[in-house]
């Protein structure tokens, strides 16, 4: 492992939270919730991977073992799509404004953002984030990373299937038009 890559890509994870802890200041009054247990679910899942990727206390057995060599072009990949990755759900989440939630929520005045990063996925932050999530994993170059990209797609995939639920109601054929003309997570893809 190159500790200095997989240090700067901390860093650029460190910086989102506090973008998003700053963003999260002004948000809307929300007028439908998903319900608290369907929630924990999704946190533990995306806690989980978040956890083997930042605990050094996780380098053990087969979640320590390399998933690729051990070469500094590979880590510093890593970095630049950590911060590519960030920087796509930054503009996001910045983009979604007080529409945000860290639950499946629908807000007061709700509004449907087709535009920006809206237009290559229909959920661009965890698209973001999973691209940023694969370039800390390639940083890491342990099989944690891995295990904990495959976790973060579960928990993800599984929360934007609830939103877009959440969307049709409120939305209804204009969202579901939307489906049609734009991916979920990958662009082209799914």
């Known amino acids: 492992m190159h500790p200095e890559a997989y240090q700067y890509a901390k860093w650029i994870w460190m910086a989102v939270g506090a973008i998003w802890l700053a963003a999260s200041l002004n948000l809307k009054r929300t007028k439908r919730r998903e319900p608290v247990m369907a929630r924990l679910f999704h946190i533990a ?54 529409n945000w939630s860290s639950s499946v929520t629908i807000k007061q005045d709700h509004q449907l953002i087709r535009r920006g990063p809206y237009t290559i996925v229909r959920h661009p932050i965890y698209s973001g984030f999973l691209l940023a999530l694969w370039g800390t994993s390639l940083a ?10 495959t976790l973060a797609f579960i928990g993800w995939r599984i929360k934007s299937l609830k939103e877009e639920a959440f969307l049709i109601a409120q939305f209804g054929t204009e969202y579901v038009e939307y489906e049609h003309e734009v991916k979920a997570l990958i662009p082209f893809v799914l």
């Open 140 to 149: 890491l170059g342990e099989l944690r990373g891995i295990v904990a990209l």
């Open 45 to 98: 899942v995306v806690a989980a991977a978040v956890i083997l990727v930042a605990s050094d206390a996780l380098r053990i057995g087969p979640l320590a073992w390399r998933f690729v060599p051990d070469w500094p072009i590979l880590a510093w990949t890593g970095v630049a799509l950590t911060a590519a990755g960030c920087a796509f759900s930054v503009w996001a989440r910045l983009l979604l404004g007080g």
